[in-house]
């Protein structure tokens, strides 16, 4: 179980406002925008290099040689190779993480959503329910250890909230919490290995304030997270060093 502070939404939250604003084609590098807010922008997860340090795709492809443009995906930029026998790339160390932006990149981004609506902001989060951290269970193991023999890891949530949070379809089934800007940071579940147990964070799948001003957004198979708001927070994301946007096309 997690130390997160985060309860069911009310009943009555509904996402249908966000369902009909998505466009089918978000997370291909050319459809990162949503009409509905003034601007957006996308941020790529961070790669590890071949010592598990997170590295941005700008340094792959300086490694590699390949350019990164506003339409690469991460085989453009790695180099990948499919032939009939065997997938080959041009970086050694590993790729993107899907759907998790990660805990710096998480922590940079919350400081200007913190910054734009204050940390007590009232906020919704969607959260894929079938995702291994959520359920728990005997399927949930760590891999490269045949001798792990710890019973199933139990959900990231008690009954009550499982039972309670409003189901939504966005992009695919999630759950409905509550809880304000701050209490982002404490998502995630506590996992238990031999005689050790350790707090994983998570990003949520979705996050919007009450005054539906700003959104966040990712997906289990995305390796960037789409950011929308208003032009000066997508301007201020840009300009962050600890994040990297999407190159933009020339005006």
């Given at each position: 179980m997690s130390l997160q502070h985060l309860q069911p939404a009310p009943p009555d939250t509904t996402a249908t406002w966000l369902t009909d604003a998505l466009p089918l084609d978000l997370f291909t590098p050319r459809g990162a925008t949503i009409d509905a807010f003034a601007a957006t922008t996308s941020l790529l997860h961070?790669?590890?290099?071949?010592d598990g340090v997170p590295v941005t795709w700008a340094q792959v492809a300086a490694h590699t040689g390949h350019l990164l443009h506003p339409t690469s995906t991460w085989d453009d930029v790695c180099g990948t190779v499919h032939t009939r026998r065997s997938t080959r790339n041009d970086w050694p160390g590993g790729a993107p993480d899907l759907g998790e932006l990660g805990e710096s990149g998480?922590?940079?981004?919350?400081?200007?959503?913190v910054r734009w609506s204050g940390p007590a902001a009232a906020c919704v989060l969607a959260v894929d329910e079938d995702l291994p951290w959520v359920r728990g269970g005997a399927h949930v193991g760590f891999y490269g250890d045949p001798y792990h023999a710890e019973p199933p890891q139990e959900p990231a949530f008690d009954a009550q909230v499982l039972t309670a949070a409003p189901r939504v379809q966005l992009l695919r089934t999630c759950l409905l919490l509550a809880g304000s800007l701050a209490a982002v940071r404490t998502l995630g579940r506590t996992?238990?290995?031999r005689d050790r147990h350790w707090f994983e964070r998570h990003g949520p799948t979705a996050?919007?304030?009450?005054?539906?001003?700003?959104?966040v957004l990712t997906d289990l198979d995305a390796d960037s997270t789409v950011v929308a708001g208003p032009r000066t927070l997508i301007d201020a994301l840009s300009a962050d060093a600890r994040l990297e946007t999407r190159p933009q096309p020339p005006a």
């Open positions: 961070p790669a590890s290099d071949a998480w922590d940079a981004l919350l400081s200007h959503l996992w238990r290995y996050l919007w304030p009450a005054d539906r001003s700003w959104l």
